[in-house]
Nanobody
Framework: QVQLVESGGGLVQAGGSLRLSCAVS????????MGWFRQLSTKERELVAA????????VNLDSVKGRFTISRDNAKNTVYLQMNNLEPEDSAVYYC?????????????????????WGQGTQVTVSS
């Protein structure tokens, strides 16, 4: 069973930065794409950014392009989300998950309900 442990969230002022981490166990990390998702209290969980097994990153949300960067360390089975110039609208619970294969682009086509496992998430709150 896949285990996903997110960390690094917190309270930050607008314009600040946070780096989220997600430690993955229970599957061969290096052969799967990974993604970061977020869920606002009033919206469905959405894919923020994804990174292929080979390390090619893509940002799925226009609102975070140029501010958020996804990366991975296959030796540590960990995926990161560097968030800069944070805005109050970025406040949400952030989750990570793995794709069904190595392609980050393919993660964009996965229905959110297809994911069988989720971690506890990490809360990000940005004050204005």
């Amino acid at each position: 069973q896949v285990q996903l442990v997110e960390s690094g969230g917190g309270l930050v002022q607008a314009g600040g930065s946070l780096r989220l981490s997600c430690a993955v166990s229970g599957r061969t990390f290096s052969v799967y794409a990974m993604g970061w998702f977020r869920q606002l209290s009033t919206k469905e969980r959405e894919l923020v950014a994804a990174i292929s097994a080979g390390g090619v990153a893509s940002v799925n949300l226009d609102s975070v392009k140029g501010r958020f960067t996804i990366s991975r360390d296959n030796a540590k089975n960990t995926v990161y989300l560097q968030m800069n110039n944070l805005e109050p609208e970025d406040s949400a619970v952030y989750y990570c998950n793995s794709g069904q294969g190595p392609s980050a682009v393919a993660m964009q086509r996965i229905n959110i309900n297809e994911y069988a496992y989720w971690g506890q998430g990490t809360q990000v709150t940005v004050s204005s």
